[in-house]
């Protein structure tokens, strides 16, 4: 099936090392911004109890689940060892002239 990009959010609507919450085609989605600038976007919802990642402490390139502490990897969906599991992933694009975040879903 073909991917739409979809404009979200502008990186000014992001704090460094916050996340934002949206929602598109029923699905809730946490777009973060990295310390080193770059924008990710995951699946807001652990997969071990439905935590809201978007509340997380993001570490590097990890965020870490709100209730119970995994860590998932934002590169790749990842839940990183001991625990097991994966969330979705999006692609995101990040116009560098006006900062606008497009997401393909
Ligand atoms: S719900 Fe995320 S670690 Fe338990």
Known sequence: MNKTKVLVANVNDIDPLGARKIRIKDTDIALFRL???EVLAVENKCPHKGGQLSEGMVCGKVVHCPLHDWRID???GEVQKPDDGCVNTFEVEVDPA???IYLSV
Do not use: F, P, Q, T
Request: glycine letters at 22%; zero cysteines.
């Open 35 to 37: 310390s080193d600038g």
């Open 74 to 76: 934002l590169r790749n």
């Open 98 to 100: 006006s900062g606008s």
